[in-house]
């Protein structure tokens, strides 16, 4: 092979690689335009949209590298805040499971989980045609109760502002997301951050970026990200009731709310994990 033809195939490759970068690029903006138009329907209650530009779910989901093919598990989905982003987006090509509180704890927290389940099961059936064919599974670490739908199965898992709630036993709730996942799969995780060392009870709700990443390595993640989509420069993480100081819970009531309103919903994390091949 000459030094023309050389020249020739690596300008080839070079050229495909850019045509390919570009056609995923392209797929992410059309990904996140879709879920920002998902994120301002009328599905949605005006109070939940106004936390849109807090929460960040279209940037989020797409730095998660989300697909509208995918099966997808939300973790403790709560009153289905994300729900109502992820399950319209995955309607008819995917599959999104809700791993929610268990049904019939001894616990005593019981009562409010019951009322989270019915109020998302409420949600999810008044409009089928938004959220389509729900799963409902369980998912309790201190129980060791942990249906996440078939296992290896699964190409994303997504977590948001939870790990706190699964401390200390961190590394079985990883562990069970690791086992979960199929080859190539993807954890997303969105978390209080704190730059204080972990409290191994996270009794104030922060968790510390380093700590997070070292145990998701551990069971066998590899780091594929991190973005500042949802960073927060003005909490410092030094409050007293930790950060349900903060917008939306408010804990102090109307005792310096505006000070805390001033901060804003709290500094978070966002961390991509894969599952490798």
């Not at 690596?10 to 879920?35: F, I, N, R, Y």
Request: charge should be positive.
């Amino acid at each position: 092979m000459n030094q023309f033809s050389k020249f020739a195939k690596v300008l080839c490759l070079c050229v495909l690689a850019a045509l390919s970068a570009a056609a995923m690029a392209g797929d992410g903006h059309q990904s996140e335009k879709k879920l920002k138009k998902i994120a301002e329907g009328e599905h949605r209650s005006d109070a939940n949209k106004a936390r849109n530009d807090s929460r960040n779910p279209a940037e989020t989901l797409a730095f998660f590298g989300l697909k509208p093919d995918m099966t997808v598990v939300e973790i403790w989905p709560g009153g289905g805040w994300y729900t109502e982003v992820l399950a319209p987006y995955v309607n008819g090509k995917g599959q999104y499971i809700a791993a929610a509180f268990p049904k019939n704890p001894e616990h005593k927290y019981a009562e409010y989980f019951k009322k989270a389940n019915k109020k998302l099961a409420e949600k999810l059936e008044k409009d089928k045609a938004v959220y389509g064919n729900v799963t409902m599974a369980q998912y309790f670490p201190e129980n060791d109760l942990w249906e996440l739908g078939p296992a290896g199965k699964t190409d994303m898992i997504l977590t948001f502002r939870n790990l706190h709630n699964w401390m200390p036993g961190l590394e079985k709730s990883f562990q069970a997301f690791y086992d979960n996942l199929k080859p190539g799969g993807v954890l997303g995780v969105v978390e209080h951050r704190t730059q204080a060392e972990q409290d191994p009870k996270a009794e104030n709700g922060y968790m510390n970026q380093d700590y997070v990443i070292e145990i998701a390595k551990k069971v066998g993640f590899k780091l594929a990200g991190s973005s500042e989509v949802n960073a927060n420069a003005k909490d410092k993480a030094d409050h007293p009731q930790g950060v349900w100081t903060l917008p939306p819970t408010l804990a102090l009531g109307e005792k310096d709310a505006d000070k805390y309103k001033a901060i804003g919903e709290s500094d978070r994390m966002t961390l991509k994990f894969v599952k490798p091949n």
